[in-house]
Antibody, heavy 117, light 109 residues
Framework: EVQLVESGGGLVQPGGSLRLSCAAS????????MHWVRQATGKGLEWVSA???????YYPGSVKGRFTISRENAKNSLYLQMNSLRAGDTAVYYC???????????WGQGTMVTVSS | SYVLTQPPSVSVAPGQTARITCGGN??????VHWYQQKPGQAPVLVVY???DRPSGIPERFSGSNSGNTATLTISRVEAGDEADYYC????????????FGGGTKLTVL
């Protein structure tokens, strides 16, 4: 079964750091671009970052310089290092597999990140 | 940055056809993808590349894209189709960016 499972969410103080993980199974992880997408409670989806099969990375302005996406193909794992966290980063974070032309065809169940003092 | 605009809500009676629009500057030149999200669940891809369906998605779900508007059409709407729907593109025109519309709440009357 093709599956993505996120972990690492939790409560962190403003200015703090957190590292999210996403474990992939059921497919050849190294062959796919991967993404992180977040959703604040009651709000819409927001794309957070992407990493290509060659390790190229992309970010929106809202997280650029604070978040770092990485992958470890030997462990079938995707990561999101989040630094200088703000209250506005509070959300459920999903990892997602890239399909054709930037569509996200497989999603994890999400992990909750709460930034609060 | 590229902006996608969706109506906040659409209502339709069971058995009727729902159309959810997604507006963007010359969106017809981009590949548009659509997601369904039910409360407490992760999004599910229902249409990709404007009009293709992933395996397991009913034929009732279809898409089109031209000019400045993309449309998700749900035929013979069922109660189980009630959900939030999001359009999305990958904007590689300048900086590579994923872009989502604000989402549309589909209510089945």
């Amino acid at each position: 079964e093709v599956q993505l499972v996120e972990s690492g969410g939790g409560l962190v103080q403003p200015g703090g750091s957190l590292r999210l993980s996403c474990a992939a199974s059921g497919f050849t992880f190294s062959s796919y671009d991967m993404h992180w997408v977040r959703q604040a409670t009651g709000k819409g989806l927001e794309w957070v970052s992407a990493i290509g099969t060659a390790g190229d990375t992309y970010y929106p302005g809202s997280v650029k310089g604070r978040f770092t996406i990485s992958r470890e193909n030997a462990k079938n794992s995707l990561y999101l290092q989040m630094n200088s966290l703000r209250a506005g980063d509070t959300a459920v974070y999903y990892c997602a597999r890239n399909y054709d032309r930037g569509a996200f065809d497989i999603w994890g169940q999400g992990t909750m990140v709460t930034v609060s003092s | 940055s590229y902006v996608l605009t969706q109506p906040p809500s659409v209502s339709v009676a069971p058995g009727q056809t729902a159309r959810i629009t997604c507006g963007g500057n010359n969106i017809g030149s981009k590949s548009v993808h659509w997601y369904q999200q039910k409360p407490g669940q992760a999004p599910v891809l229902v249409v990709y590349d404007d009009s293709d369906r992933p395996s397991g998605i009913p034929e009732r779900f279809s898409g089109s894209n031209s000019g400045n508007t993309a449309t998700l059409t749900i035929s013979r709407v069922e109660a189980g189709d009630e959900a939030d729907y999001y359009c999305q593109v990958w904007d590689s025109s300048s900086d590579h960016q994923g872009v989502f519309g604000g989402g549309t709440k589909l209510t089945v009357l």
